[in-house]
């Protein structure tokens, strides 16, 4: 069983930065590519970015220039800074495999844009 386990989110007023991190278990980033996915309020969960064994990455236009996913898989560890964040970024956000079937996606981690 692959437990995720979240850090990093909060409040944040527009304009600000949060950073988040994803943290894995048993060296099991290093052979996928992955993914930061939120689900807004009353909504489906969507993919935001991937990035791949390598270090390539990904985006949906509407984070483009303003979020950038990053991995340590050395700590099976990923991060997604986001900056100059906006009210519809506000979601739970959460890490998985981008293209495999998914780990259990835990909690995430809350992030709520708002002045």
């Known amino acids: 069983q692959v437990l995720l386990v979240y850090s990093g989110g909060g409040l944040v007023q527009p304009g600000g930065s949060l950073r988040l991190s994803c943290a894995g278990s048993?060296?099991?980033?290093?052979?996928?590519?992955m993914g930061w996915f939120r689900q807004p309020p009353g909504k489906q969960r969507e993919l935001v970015g991937t990035?791949?064994?390598?270090?390539?990455?990904n985006y949906i236009d509407s984070v483009k220039g303003r979020f950038t996913i990053s991995r340590e898989n050395a700590e099976d560890t990923l991060y997604l800074q986001m900056n100059n964040l906006k009210p519809e970024d506000t979601a739970v956000y959460y890490c998985?495999?981008?293209?495999?079937?998914?780990?259990?996606w835990g909690q995430g981690t809350q992030v709520t844009v708002s002045s």
């Open positions: 998985n495999r981008a293209f495999q079937p998914p780990w259990d």
């Open positions: 048993a060296l099991i980033f290093s052979g996928d590519a």
């Open positions: 990035i791949s064994r390598g270090g390539q990455t």
